[in-house]
């Protein structure tokens, strides 16, 4: 091999390397909890205000809750993202359904 081919396979072999540190580290910071944190929240509320808007109060919460869950974990496939233990998307779905604007009764018309 001439030497314009090791410094080829040289050079390709480090890029690789750099490109697949550049992936451990984008997955390593995927898992930080100052990422996920806000990740859940946003799923969340994605989540809850599409089960609202489709389903309104044809469902009872249970229900509710557990498609608001399935939700959270196709976007988190969706987006590749790693997925959250259940106890975390049962806290962050409740949350986001007390933060739901309460409906009002509708005022009767004269």
């Known amino acids: 091999m001439?030497?314009?081919?090791?410094?080829?396979?040289?050079?390709?072999?480090?890029?690789?390397?750099?490109?697949?540190?550049?992936?451990?580290?984008?997955?390593?910071?995927?898992?930080?909890?100052?990422?996920?944190?806000?990740?859940?929240?946003?799923?969340?509320?994605?989540?809850?205000?599409?089960?609202?808007?489709?389903q309104g109060s044809n469902m009872s919460s249970k229900a509710k809750k557990t498609l608001a869950m399935s939700i959270i974990v196709n976007l988190c496939k969706d987006l590749h993202a790693p997925l959250f233990p259940s106890e975390a998307m049962d806290s962050a779905i409740d949350a986001a359904f007390f933060l739901l604007p309460e409906k009002k009764p509708a005022e009767p018309r004269e």
Do not use: D
């Not at 040289?10 to 390397?17: D, G, K, Q």
């Not at 930080?32 to 489709?54: M, N, S, T, W």
């Open 2 to 54: 001439t030497w314009w081919g090791q410094l080829l396979s040289s050079i390709v072999f480090a890029v690789l390397i750099v490109w697949g540190l550049h992936i451990l580290n984008i997955r390593r910071f995927q898992r930080l909890p100052e990422y996920r944190v806000p990740l859940l929240e946003r799923l969340a509320r994605i989540a809850v205000g599409k089960v609202e808007r489709q």
